[in-house]
Nanobody, 115 residues
Framework: QVQLVESGGGLVRPGESLRLSCEVS?????????VGWYRQAPGKQRELLAQ???????IDADAVQGRFTISRDTAKNAVYLQMNSLKTEDTAVYYC????????WGQGVQVTVSS
């Protein structure tokens, strides 16, 4: 059973940074699947922000390019989302999941950007 667990959300002020973590199991999962970070803001559809493939190739959505960076540590079975220069409109619940076919969605982590 594939499991993905997000952590690292919180309340930050505009312009600050935050790093989200996604722990995945079973081991070697990242060497097989593409994993992406998504978010869903209140009243909006879930959107894909960035993805990293089994061979480590990255794709970032235009909306966050230059501010958000996806990375991974295969030894720790983890995928990260470094978010810099956060804006109030980045407030959302953030999720990680596989692509192209997602697993069951977890609870995600709340990121709130507010002054």
């Amino acid at each position: 059973q594939v499991q993905l667990v997000e952590s690292g959300g919180g309340l930050v002020r505009p312009g600050e940074s935050l790093r989200l973590s996604c722990e995945v199991s079973p081991s070697h999962f990242l060497e097989i699947f593409t994993v992406g970070w998504y978010r869903q803001a209140p009243g909006k559809q879930r959107e894909l922000l960035a993805q990293i493939s089994a061979i480590g190739s990255r794709i970032d959505a235009d909306a966050v390019q230059g501010r958000f960076t996806i990375s991974r540590d295969t030894a720790k079975n983890a995928v990260y989302l470094q978010m810099n220069s956060l804006k109030t409109e980045d407030t959302a619940v953030y999720y990680c999941n596989t692509l192209p076919q997602p697993q069951s969605w977890g609870q995600g982590v709340q990121v709130t950007v507010s002054s």
